[in-house]
């Protein structure tokens, strides 16, 4: 197959992907109207997520310390897969499958929200840190996708983007984190 070809059929690929997440809204808004239940409850918004999920943990934890698309007041949000001091030490003293469980332990509040990323769903650490998450009375959604795996049960609102690709799940969840940073922003300027 030429490269033309392939960049095509990537393209109708996202597209068919992306005409289908209207789908979804009634659990992309209801998470949304959480994220901004804690913000105006002076909660914080706890993120995580593994390799390309980090990332996306961290780039919206951005957004909401940072900016989005407008000046405004810096907004508690913490991506739980920066500070490699605690990755490492929990790594190796706890074992990976508790990165994201000692923090939520240590950092998280009743009044904090908890989004955990994980295309599969089924991520371990992932999914204990939502179990751990709930029995601290922390709210929880998941952003996965193929069938939604383990969080899909787990987080108070799922996201299952209905895909088997993981780049095309990831495309999707940065789309609804960068909805969710336009929620928030519209909700505390207007």
Not at 83 to 99: F, K, P
């Amino acid at each position: 197959m030429n490269s033309s070809r392939a960049f095509s059929d990537l393209i109708l690929d996202h597209q068919n992907l992306f005409s289908g997440l209207a789908n979804l809204s009634p659990e992309i808004i209801k998470a949304g109207e959480l994220i901004i239940d804690t913000i105006d409850q002076d909660g914080k918004i706890l993120v995580c997520g593994n390799g390309g999920s980090a990332s996306d943990a961290q780039h919206f934890a951005a957004e909401l310390v940072g900016r989005f698309e407008h000046d405004r007041r810096a907004l508690p949000a913490i991506a739980l897969t920066t500070d490699t001091s605690i990755l490492t030490a929990v790594g190796n003293d706890y074992g990976y499958e508790a990165v994201f469980v000692r923090q939520v332990a240590g950092l998280g509040s009743g009044s904090d929200l908890l989004i955990a990323i994980s295309t599969s769903g089924n991520s371990k650490n992932i999914n204990l840190a939502v179990e751990t998450a709930h029995q601290m009375g922390i709210k929880t959604v998941g952003l996965t996708g193929r069938k939604g795996g383990e969080l899909l049960k787990l987080a108070d609102v799922s996201i299952v983007i209905p895909h088997d690709i993981t780049a095309r799940i990831q495309e999707a969840h940065i789309f609804i984190l960068h909805f969710w940073a336009s929620m928030v922003e519209n909700h505390i300027l207007r």
